[in-house]
């Protein structure tokens, strides 16, 4: 028992405390940067590990202020820096009077510290007290709130409120974070223009100081005024001279590298083919079926016959590696053609399938997405007469590298992909074929390379892949005509963002003009 209150506890406080030789390293670099601060906080200072290196390294500060919520580590604290002139206090970061204290410290001030690993989810389930007041600072809206995005780690919540109150300070804030947290932090910052002269992203190896199997870096951002610098370079630990890339803030959006941002953006556009995600069922002990001689083995271990009106073979991420030519190792029962149809024909039309359906009702009625609220008895989510096309490109949203997948039919039937996918539906193979070789050519990647972070638990998004103008990306690398006859064959006109360019006989065309050049273009390229 004593354990798991130790685990609780530890959990609630975000418990990983910085150790000794970590905090010497990184307040030295501190001092390599030339940052010399007059007062030093930190706002969550546990046992006094980065308090204490702060003070060694920077012997001219002339405040010096710790805060913790733990009475343990204050008293720790305490005991460890008796005599050194600093102030510490118990009390939650949630509750101090940052704006008043802060605004009593002479310059330049240094914020520095190690905030909780934890987010705002993990603390509600341990019924902690020891949480924001609801905001919704992130000004998430719709379906973003509604899945879950709305979670977020309590130490980005703490260092977003710290630069805010530094602002137009000659002030440093250097914490120890987690890498995702650190470029939301920083995106926030860019995005609402709060102003930022330099800021530095430092690799740390949270597996050899921490003991967690996550990304994680010294973010050091100074907001000295007038300063608006929206790059940030990234260097692979502490040590580094030279910075690995820089990821910073354009058209509205964090980029991975900046390097690689200027050399394809150009390559931004509209979409000529529309992306899309796979079914969404959030029940796979149900909807998901092993083929087993004419009959299926569901997630559950039970063997039943249904029929095979409603069963399609699928694939999930982990399968799209070698999806082309590869049997599907599983089947999808997929209710619906088209989000909201009814579901009640299936009685009829397959009554096997009902009865299995009823069945097991339990499982699908108490999905929690909000999706399947006032919506027909086992719906699915994500569906429509793109999911049914008998080619497609596909690629995992959760894997760790850019693999465009060519998908075709499996005996007899379109195979449909679950909800960690995505695709662009495709008419024949050749199409399908022609896309995925755009796709997986080497500007493709560089330009995809530009915007992904791979650390991120889905670090291929919709909002990524919609990003590139695919027939920018053709023009580009010379098959333009090809598309322009894909593009025609399904009736689509597609109008240029830009002001002036050339059909694919070198006359000139403007805005708008887009569909007479579709009319009037050769059909020079085959399926």
């Not at 020891?130 to 998430?140: I, T």
């Not at 994680?216 to 005024?225: K, S």
């Not at 529309?274 to 092993?290: A, Q």
């Not at 638990?457 to 909002?463: G, L, S």
């Amino acid at each position: 028992m004593r354990t798991i209150q130790k685990s609780k506890r530890a959990a609630e406080f975000g418990d990983f405390q910085t150790p000794r030789a970590l905090a010497h390293q990184a307040c030295r670099l501190l001092t390599q940067l030339e940052i010399r601060p007059a007062s030093i906080v930190e706002p969550t200072c546990g046992t006094g590990n980065f308090l204490a290196a702060a003070l060694d390294e920077f012997g001219n500060a002339t405040e010096a202020i710790g805060l913790d919520i733990n009475p343990e580590y204050i008293s720790a604290a305490t005991s460890r820096l008796r005599g050194r002139g600093a102030l510490l206090v118990c009390d939650s970061f949630f509750e101090t009077d940052w704006p008043k204290l802060l605004g009593r410290l002479p310059e330049p001030i240094l914020v520095i510290g190690n905030p909780p690993w934890v987010t705002n989810a993990q603390l509600s389930a341990l019924g902690s007290s020891n949480l924001p007041k609801k905001s919704n600072f992130q000004r998430l809206t719709g379906f973003q709130a509604i899945t879950g995005k709305a979670n977020f780690d309590i130490s980005e919540w703490m260092l977003i409120l710290m630069l805010e109150w530094l602002e137009g300070r000659n002030a440093t804030m250097a914490m120890l974070c987690k890498t995702t947290v650190a470029r939301k932090v920083l995106t926030h910052a860019w995005k609402n223009q709060i102003h930022l002269n330099t800021s530095r992203i430092y690799g740390v190896d949270a597996a050899q100081h921490f003991g967690a199997s996550v990304g994680a870096c010294f973010l050091v951002c100074d907001t000295l005024p007038p300063g608006r610098e929206c790059n940030c370079p990234v260097y692979k630990d502490m040590a580094a001279k030279k910075a690995a890339q820089a990821i910073g803030f354009r058209d509205g959006v964090p980029v991975a590298d900046i390097t690689l941002y200027h050399r394809w953006k150009h390559l931004q556009g509209e979409q000529v083919y529309k992306w899309r995600s796979g079914i969404k069922h959030d029940c796979s002990k149900v909807m998901e079926l092993r083929s087993e001689g004419g009959r299926y083995r569901n997630r559950l271990g039970k063997v039943i016959e249904l029929e095979d009106d409603y069963l399609f073979p699928m694939l999930k991420s982990s399968d799209l590696g070698a999806a082309i030519g590869k049997r599907p190792r599983r089947w999808m029962l997929v209710t619906q053609r088209a989000v909201g149809d009814e579901t009640d024909i299936i009685r009829s039309r397959a009554p096997a399938t009902w009865k299995y359906l009823e069945q097991h009702a339990p499982f699908l009625d108490r999905r929690g997405s909000s999706v399947y609220k006032d919506r027909p008895r086992f719906s699915v989510f994500g569906v429509g007469p793109y999911t049914f096309a008998p080619w497609k490109v596909a690629i995992s949203g959760f894997y760790k590298k850019l693999e465009f997948t060519v998908v075709g039919r499996f005996e007899g039937k379109p195979t449909v992909l679950d909800d960690t996918a995505y695709f662009i539906p495709c008419d024949t193979k050749g199409e399908a074929v022609y896309l995925a070789s755009l796709f997986n050519s080497p500007i493709a990647t560089e330009f995809f390379r530009a915007w992904v972070f791979w650390d991120t638990k889905r670090p291929i998004t919709a909002e990524l892949l919609r990003r590139l103008d695919l027939l920018a990306l053709a023009r580009e690398l010379g098959t333009e005509s090809r598309m322009l006859d894909y593009l025609s064959r399904k009736g689509k006109s597609h109008s240029r963002r830009c002001t002036g360019g050339r059909d694919v006989q070198g006359r000139l065309f403007s805005n708008g003009s887009s569909t007479r050049l579709l009319r009037t273009m050769g059909a020079n390229d085959t399926a």
